[in-house]
């Protein structure tokens, strides 16, 4: 019988995770499993926190966005949730560089335009913002945590309060419908006009 959804009660709510089989994150060869390239029953990494974590997290030194125009703060290295997407989508760890490797065989490194890290991060829309939206009245308040529907993280080895934008502020890595594994439709730059208002 095939698993259609796993659902997981977390600290923040519960969390609905669709098949990920035949997505551009099911990087199984033949019959192995799905999960097992980030997640681990046993011996998971106490790095990440990313529940039972079967990745290191990226050890690279990014070159961080930077803009003379940007009023809000980028720190100068990716937070803790986004270094666990760059441990695939750096463009230098082997998909089987695995904590627990039970015999997989796709050896692969991320290539083309989803390796967002390979050529730094000072390219892409930033991570690691201190989102603070009094510093720039053209973007949206926090409410709880979130901006809309948007979650932000807590700085890696800082205060628990949620205040970062990071990769899965904007993506679900375990959800496409949206397509892109965006956490919602950017249809009319839906997505874009939860935090910009310009």
């Keep these: 019988m095939a698993l259609a959804s796993v659902i997981f009660i977390a600290a923040g709510g ?6 990920m089989r035949g997505s551009a994150h099911d ?3 033949g019959d192995e499993g799905v999960c097992v ?3 681990t ?15 290191e997290i990226s050890n690279r030194t ?22 666990v997407c760059l441990s695939c989508h750096d463009g230098a760890m082997a998909f089987d560089a695995l904590i627990n490797n039970p015999g997989v065989s796709n050896k692969g ?11 730094g991060l000072a390219n ?4 690691a913002v201190e989102y603070d939206p009094s510093k720039d009245p053209h973007h949206a308040p926090v409410t709880n945590g979130k901006v809309g529907e948007l979650p932000l993280f807590a700085k890696s080895g800082g205060a628990s309060h949620r205040t970062q934008i990071e990769c899965a502020t904007c993506h679900n890595a375990h ?11 950017n249809a009319r730059s839906r997505l874009c006009l939860t935090c910009h208002r310009k």
């Design 124 to 127: 892409d829309h930033p991570i």
């Design 37 to 39: 390239y980030c997640h």
């Design 41 to 55: 029953p046993m011996s998971a990494s106490s790095d990440s926190s990313a529940p039972l974590s079967n990745r």
């Design 14 to 19: 519960v969390q609905v995770y669709t098949d």
């Design 62 to 83: 990014f070159t961080m966005y930077s803009s003379p125009t940007m009023d809000m703060t980028v720190e100068s290295i990716p937070g803790e949730v986004s270094l």
């Design 109 to 119: 490194v991320m290539t083309g335009r989803a390796a967002i890290g390979a050529d």
């Design 175 to 185: 959800d496409s419908s949206y397509g892109n594994f965006l956490r919602m439709s």
């Design 27 to 29: 990087l199984s060869l």
